[in-house]
């Protein structure tokens, strides 16, 4: 079985300081791990992607994430925030093996950006 | 070009009302998706068609029927409408490839309001 967590809700963060929103997952099968952000009124667009390939995986507007198996984590960063950063964010886990497609998304993760 | 496209953009229709939502994507992909984002944007995935054939049907009331004319297209029709059914409604596609996972494009979402 597989399962998704964001442990926060909300992330509120001043501009030009460090983003961190956190995604724990659980998974039977080797995983594929994705970021994707919704801004307000908006479709979600691909943030960046693990797929088994290196570990450290860098994505579009300068966020990172890593993914740690032991820890069962893949936390998106950012070194400096921006206020275009402000969106709603969804952590993914999809098999990556198996045939069926059995896709999880996390609750969401709500990325506020002070002045 | 738009890569998935919905339509329409917003639906305003009364409760007991029949609708339809259409979904088109132009890049080749061979599964298609129906997702349910409430109003604290939480995700849920209603349907999935790979290649014209329907794959995943979650827990959806009988109200919602999909169908799929060829593997570009993904509609959605809703019979007796209900207050409950209001949300915005996202179209995906992706193209499953070896270790890959399944990354996702969305389309841009129809908020449907039902009075």
């Known amino acids: 079985a597989q399962s998704v967590t964001q442990l926060d809700s909300h992330v509120s963060v001043s501009e030009g300081t460090p983003v961190l929103l956190r995604c724990n997952y659980s998974?039977?099968?080797?995983?594929?791990l994705f970021w994707y952000v919704q801004h307000p009124n908006k479709g979600l667009q691909l943030l960046l992607k693990y797929t088994s390939a290196a570990t450290l995986v860098k994505g579009i507007n300068g966020f990172e994430a890593e993914f740690k198996k032991s820890e069962t984590s893949f936390h998106l960063t950012k070194p400096s925030a921006h206020m275009s950063d402000a969106a709603e964010y969804f952590c993914?886990?999809?098999?990556?093996?198996?045939?069926?497609?059995?896709?999880?998304f996390g609750s969401g993760t709500r990325l506020s950006i002070r002045p | 070009d738009t890569a998935v496209s919905q339509t329409p953009k917003y639906l305003v229709t009364q409760m007991g009302n029949d609708k339809s939502i259409k979904c088109e994507q132009n890049?080749?992909?061979?599964?298609m998706y129906w997702y349910k984002q409430d109003s604290k944007k939480f995700l849920k995935i209603m349907f999935s068609?790979?290649?014209?054939?329907?794959?995943i049907n979650e827990t959806v009331p009988n109200r919602f029927s999909p169908k799929s004319p060829d593997k570009a297209h993904l509609n959605l029709h809703i019979n007796s409408l209900e207050l409950g059914d209001s949300a915005v409604y996202f179209c995906?596609?992706?193209?499953?490839?070896?270790?890959?996972?399944?990354?996702?494009?969305f389309g841009p979402g129809t908020r449907l309001t039902v009075t």
């Open positions: 998974s039977s099968y080797s995983p594929s």
């Open positions: 890049l080749g992909h061979d599964t």
């Open positions: 993914v886990v999809t098999p990556g093996y198996s045939s069926a497609s059995k896709i999880i």
């Open positions: 068609y790979n290649n014209k054939e329907l794959i």
């Open positions: 995906a596609s992706s193209q499953k490839r070896p270790g890959q996972g399944y990354e996702q494009y």
